[in-house]
């Protein structure tokens, strides 16, 4: 059942219902195949049809629903999705890697190495939650250490569509505590203006994180095979 609009969204109310849908879709709420219809989200979210049709439209714009005569047929981020993206991601954000190699202020380099610190903090307690959101961080302060919006807008987009998938794929096996010794390395090639280190680091780090990935959706879809028999 998707949730009530959520107080904490910005922006015009189209904009709340576009993140609001969002997220749903991403987390997951609102799975691939179901039907959305002006009628029932407007009575769900307690808003008028306007904003979700507006909302909706932009969705489609997003790849993430398909408008039909019946109404929006969720699509929302595909196994396939989600492989080219962390494919895309070995690539630009090893490009990131380098520009902050570049860039970066002594300032940055130590909130980077304070969100490290606190990433094995969290690791070393068991808390892969707090891991987690370090480990987001750590990806966003990088990002803008690059100085380049566009990649800075582009990598934030690919974060938040297999924003699921990284949870999922931080809870399995050692993966926090690989995670958040690799970002170590990376943040010490950064900080002796190795561009080229940082790059191949950052490119290996990502390659891990889709492989590990990968295999936490597999094992997502056999243990969904065997309830399912």
């Known amino acids: 059942m998707l949730g009530k609009l959520e ?11 576009f993140q609001h849908l969002e997220r749903a879709i991403l987390e ?18 307690g808003v008028s049809r306007t904003p979700v049709r507006e909302a909706l ?15 929006a047929v969720v699509i929302g981020v595909t196994p396939k999705d989600i492989e080219d993206i962390y494919t895309m991601r070995m690539l630009i954000e090893g490009l990131a890697s380098r520009l902050a190699a570049m860039y970066i202020t002594e300032e940055e380099l130590a909130a980077l190495y304070e969100i490290v610190d606190l990433q094995d903090f969290y690791v070393e307690r068991g808390d892969t939650l707090q891991a987690w959101n370090m480990d987001t961080r750590f990806h966003e302060k990088l990002y803008e250490a690059s100085r380049s919006r566009m990649l800075l807008n582009t990598l934030k987009s690919f974060h ?70």
């Open 7 to 17: 107080g904490s969204e910005r922006g015009s109310l189209a904009t709340r219902v």
């Open 57 to 71: 439209f932009q969705l489609e714009q997003e790849g993430l629903v398909h408008l039909s005569q019946k109404g």
């Open 160 to 229: 938040n569509y297999v924003r699921k998938a990284r949870e999922q794929s931080f809870r399995t096996a050692d993966r926090a505590r690989v995670a958040a010794r690799e970002h170590r390395e990376i943040l010490n090639a950064i900080k002796n203006r190795d561009a080229l280190a940082a790059e191949h680091l950052t490119a290996a780090h990502i390659a891990n994180a889709k492989a590990n990935m990968q295999k936490a959706l597999e094992k997502e879809f056999t243990e969904q095979s065997k309830v399912s028999e």
């Open 28 to 45: 997951g709420e609102l799975p691939h195949g179901e039907v959305l219809t002006e009628t029932k989200l407007s009575a769900a979210l």
